[in-house]
């Protein structure tokens, strides 16, 4: 054989038999060892570069209990580059263990032991230093490593931490509640021992009434059969003859024997039944108890009957009996059962029940027949102590006036109020006339303080005038010395008469070439003001608003007014006064202009305001300044109320919410009783009303304002156009935006939205696209009544006016049989038209009233006939015609009617 060959052949068989050797030692070594992987390596930094070949093998585990276990082998050469001579030698086969054993075991040999430094080096491994960069990125991942370990032990601190307070905090928690747990039993065990004590002692007080009972039976026993013996040993010693008689000692001796055994003879305790109450422990049981209802029965039977006797005095209490009082209540209150009063109605004739409504009469009348003292209050109560007591004079202090300007319209009173506080309040009303009613305060050059409130002075604004009037000192009376009196001016004079205050007179517009100052005063003379320039008490000033001509001499009338009228007030109170004007703003809710009369208003302040009530969340001075407190005569701006309150309604400070709440809801219902009673009445004066109503057209409409005082002036504007045939019905007033709630009730009664000086959102409008609800915007009140007042006369039924054209008499009656009845005729007066109404005359009474058929003169048809012709008419559907009639000729025209 060919020695190459042989060597392979040699080389072959070697490799085979040292696999399955190692093979062999990795089975043992699975066993023995829980290493996943060996690997021979050099010790050299750099490895070298090698071609590998790999061989896979498997080798099977068997378990106890018949488990097994399939491990894959993988067998790796390494050749290292050097002398072909030690290729061979150099290869060490490495294994790799791919899965691990289930338990571990002890460290495993390894495959082949490394080879030494010296092999190594005689193979031509390499050996070098690291660079540094090397070290400089091993130094960088070293701290990298390091600085992770620290966070991730910090963190782990830190969720320690956590978990050991969120333990503590469920340790405490379980700690109060078994703390909790166990005072609740322990309340319970109270609860139950005081129980059964007052059970105990209820039992041991009914059993000691059984005995004291029993015992009484057992005396009044022996004494009525001692009786009987006594009685009958003295008949038998009282009979000589009777043999019984010599026996008597020995018979009273004997029965004397007998009480004292039986005395002496211990009682048995009351037994006491135990066990469950059955029918025939029932029937078995001798000396059953007594009950406790039994008990109680009796004592009410004693109770009753010592009453009647008048061995116990009744207690007398004072009822307090309101308006109405239900009978439970009522027994309550004199502390008796519902049933007994019950009976005492029955007994008086009146069949009720424990429910049952009374009247304070019959209230009173049976708390007085019971022996009670009575006390009437009523719901108006609530309303008592709210004002408080007069002030005294030592607790008056000096206060500014109240000052009002009144006038005409356009005479100025704005612009006369502007010059003095140098503002512009004219440029921001609607149309330059005023519409709401204003406050304001201003400060004199030596200190002094004039609050002025402005009215308007249009016709429609009535209310807000009236109002001025009521909580002012002085009026100013402003007259355009152009103008003269006007009506408004006559009203203003008429509400500051009613009102009991001074007047002082401004004639302004003096600037004017066609002013005449003294018209103005002479023309006074006739409503009863007398100016002092003529001899009167009433002062006069010429100013001139637009000049600012004589405004210090205005003021100086107004402080000289002032200290004749002595106006004083107490600060150091609660605050009092009145609403000048309400209104809703979008983003602060309700908010009050409030005149302080007396007292001081001071922020946080609870107060009752008419039917609303609210406290105060900030207040704010005429010129938008927030303030903290409010003296007397202060005008304020307030909010926090909980709804818009009523212009000219009355403030008052109290002491809580809930009496505030408890007042406003009580004149709340007031006045929506007063609602009610209006539209709800059964009278026959008030069912003729509505009948007559039924007939009048209505113009149903929602309106919304920015103010309370501009609705009401609106409405009460509308309310005087109202007729008998047409009027204006309000479904709706409010304050504020118009909402999508408005348009849907004005969409359920076909009635249009007015906004006075407010928009409608953008949900109101969408709805009213959707029900076609009209809505119209007004910034003017003359132009709103206008457009109103134009609705209602379209509404009046038209005018008919008629028109006499002439009279013809019936000479000759023709009947034809195509057209019925035919009437000869002679025009007498006028002329006859064809088509016109006519009338038939017999003995100047009207008979017919109808149309004219037919009007012809001869065989020709005409339109119409004069005086002094013939003519043949026939009447539509009539022909009760006689000679000597007369035919009245008439027409009648349409007119449109206007309010």
Known sequence: MDPGWLGLYVLCSFHEKKKAHLASEMQIGDWMSDDVETETKPKSGRRPLTLRRTEKGAVKQSFSHGRSKTVVVETKRRRVLGAKSDAAASETPTKVVKKKTLTPKPAAKKAAPPPEEDDEKKQGAVLRTLSEDEKQARAEALAK???????????????RADREAREAEERARLEAERQRVAEEEAKRASEAEVRRKAEEEARLALEAEELERKQRSAAKADAKDKGADTEKDRKVEADPDNPLAQLGGRLKTRRKGVEERRDSKPKEPVRRRTGKLTIANALDDDERQRSLASVKRAREREKSARLQRGDVQRVVREVVIPE?????????RMSMRAVDLTKELMKQGQMVTANELLDADTAQLIVEDLGHTVKRVSEADVEEGLGGEPDKDEDLEPRPPVVTIMGHVDHGKTSLLDAMRETDVVAGEAGGITQHIGAYQIETEDGRKISFLDTPGHAAFTQMRARGAEVTDIVILVVAADDSIMPQTEEAISHAKAAEVPIIVAINKIDKPEANADKVRTDLLQHEIQTESLGGDVQDVEVSALQKTNLDGLQEAILLQSELLELKANPNREA???VVEARLDKGRGAVATLLVQRGTLKRGDIMVVGAEWGKVRAMTDDKGKTIQEAGPASPVEVLGLNGVPEPGDQFVVVDSEARAREVAEFRHRQRREKEVA?????????????????????????IKGDVQGSVEAIVSSLEKMSTDEVRVRVLHTGVGGISESDVILAGASSAPVIGFNVRANKGARDEAERSGVEIRYYSVIYDLIDDIKGVLSGMLAPELR?????????LEVFSISKHGKVAGCRVTEGKVERGAKVRLIRDDVVIHEGELSQLKRFKDDVQEVPAGQECGMSFANYEDMKVGDVIECFSVETVTRTL
């Not at 490593?145 to 969720?159: D, L, V």
């Not at 026959?684 to 113009?699: P, R």
């Open 145 to 159: 490593s390091r600085r992770e370990q620290e966070a991730r032990a910090k963190q782990e601190a830190a969720e």
């Open 324 to 332: 109405t009082i239900t009978v439970q209540e009522l027994a309550q």
């Open 576 to 578: 009092e006064g009145a």
């Open 678 to 702: 209006k539209s709800s009445g059964t009278s026959l004066d008030q069912m003729m009303a509505q009948l007559q109503d039924s007939e009048i057209k209505e113009l149903p409409i929602v």
């Open 802 to 810: 008629e028109t006499f054209l002439g009279n013809a008499e019936i």
